[in-house]
């Protein structure tokens, strides 16, 4: 089945011939599990999409009939009792887990496209454009559910027209753009980077008076419309056809436009590479800039930094690297001393001896505030020096382990380079840990407050989705269906080591359920910096369920535990980031962490633990009797 949501909301089966999806409470049904892009969508949140807020006494019912015909319209080959395998029933509602929906495919085609040589990204986004029949969702556009969708699609469109006037005008195709970028600013006059391309193509053709009558019309609109000045690149454009340069001419794209980088693949982390793309590209133009990559252990951090490395060097920039440990006995400034070693053999430092100890065992001169301002400006105009002679990016990982010297440095030379008259290309990208480990969290996060005026760029890793669960699982030669594409989607929370682990387990024939012996370690790496006591109500919380009600652990485990109430422990979790807030209670961020806890718990200490939560929960007005068996199942003996 092909799935269409770029225009209207249409099914076509294996023969091109297009499904019937029933009437249009039927349809909504169908939009809006498409919206959520193979994430389960609860019972009541269909029941309040398809009727508002007054639905009818029968809504239940009529929304599981819905689901029923769809169900067949999608899946007819399917026995009549055959388990689903396209619209699956989940608690506490239903996943669409399909892989063939255009918009999934224009966005893999606009991202990639970022990272190809112009010929192709040509080829990726023209394909890409050619997917759009009309708004996305067109019937359902304006429903509250479907407007951040629509809104990140019609946003992504506009990329692919900006990346397709781009790559005309690297192949020497300046003509064949003008027509498209005069209807595009037509219909989004503030959008500056269409101005900025139709402005370009109409210089590159000749029409020079044009392109700056085009350039004075902006600045008057932006004036008007929003009080604005223009964009540092219009106003960059416009100086340079004053100065009839001759840098835009039509051979720019050898001369001028950066080589596209033969980097690895990012599969599901193109946004992200694009962000950090976008903003070495930036300050190439003049200026400092500052990217803070974040996620849990295991997100690829440090394969996005990788990535990156490989698109500058390719490009021409200069990388430099910098790495923080977790070891007892690591000099101060370790991270810093790397870097400025890596710098020293490409670039000498103008005043080497304000660096005694960075760069050699000698002991540094002089003490005190004024020692180390001297010692920090030297290194921010060494940094420039570099960047004077070729692009610089200054990388930084695992920064939640540096200590405190490294991130005041940090800080210093952004702010001292940012703070200079000269404008050089100087970029600094650092990754840590989110959340960030108690005992290191404040420094950073200090760092991050600070910096927040110098073009902080924030990159947030998420779980990857099931289409690329699925593309990792067959690249490691494993072939799994849908249903248990996206179970290990959901055990894992996407992340891709975790990913990667279970895979690798299921190649050996070990069912899903089992838990990676790399996993479970890195549990009690996490464990083990935390007091016992929050080990101890985690196993509790873990025996309770995925989601679970901190108040059942207290009763469990009594008030406090070690002197430490159970909500303090609980909050523990949360900021080793064990637990999440969910739904007004809380949640294990994984199944494999739960399951993990579970693993460790001794077998008669894990059925006191059932019977101690059978007996509270037996006592709640409400409760779930079949959890409440469950639990008296499962502790055995012991529940007697």
Known sequence: MEFRVLGPVEVYDANGAPVDLGGPRQRTVLA?????????????A???????????????ATVQSYVSHLR???????????????????PPGYALVVANVDAARFTDLVQRAEFLPPRQALAAVEEALGLWRGSPYEEFCDAPWALTEVSRLRELRLVAVERRAQALLDLGRPQAVIADLEAETEADPLRERLWYLLALALY????????????????????DRVGLDPCPELRALESEILLQAQSRSDDASEARVPLRAAVPAVRGREGSLGELVALTGSVARGGVGFAAVSGEPGIGKTFLL??????????????????????QGTPA???????????EQRCAPPDRSVLAGLLDDEMPTGSGGAALLRRNQGIAQWLVAAARVRPLVVVLDDLQWADAASLELLRDVVVLVGGMAERVPLSVVAAFRDPLPVRGGVPVDELLVRLAGYDLVRV???????????????EMGVRIDDEVVARLTDRTGGNPFFVRESVRLLAQGRPLETVPDAVAELVRQ????????????????????????PAVVAEVVGSESGGTTVYDLLDRGAQAGLLVPHGGQMAFVHDLVREALIAGLPPLGKAVIHREVMSALSSRPGADVAVIAHHAVEAGPAAY
Do not use: M
């Open 32 to 44: 809006r599990l498409l919206v959520a892009g193979g994430r389960i969508v609860s019972v009541d």
């Open 46 to 60: 269909l029941i309040e999409d398809v009727y508002g807020e007054a639905p009818p006494v029968s809504a239940l």
């Open 72 to 90: 067949r319209a999608i899946e007819p080959d399917r026995p009549a009792r055959g388990r689903p395998r396209v619209l699956v029933g989940r």
């Open 204 to 223: 590159r053709t000749g029409r020079r008076n044009d392109a700056l009558a085009l350039l004075r019309r902006v600045k008057a609109l932006l004036a």
């Open 306 to 327: 990788e990535a990156l490395d490989a698109w500058c060097v390719d490009a021409g920039h200069v990388v430099v690297w910098g790495r923080c440990h977790d070891t």
């Open 333 to 343: 400034l370790w991270p810093w001393v790397q870097v400025l070693g890596a710098l």
């Open 460 to 474: 947030r890793l998420q779980g990857l989705g099931v289409e690329v669960v699925a593309q990792i699982a067959e």
């Open 526 to 549: 996490r464990l083990a910096v935390l007091a016992p006591q929050v080990g101890e109500v985690l196993g509790v919380a873990a025996v309770i369920g995925r989601d679970f009600d």
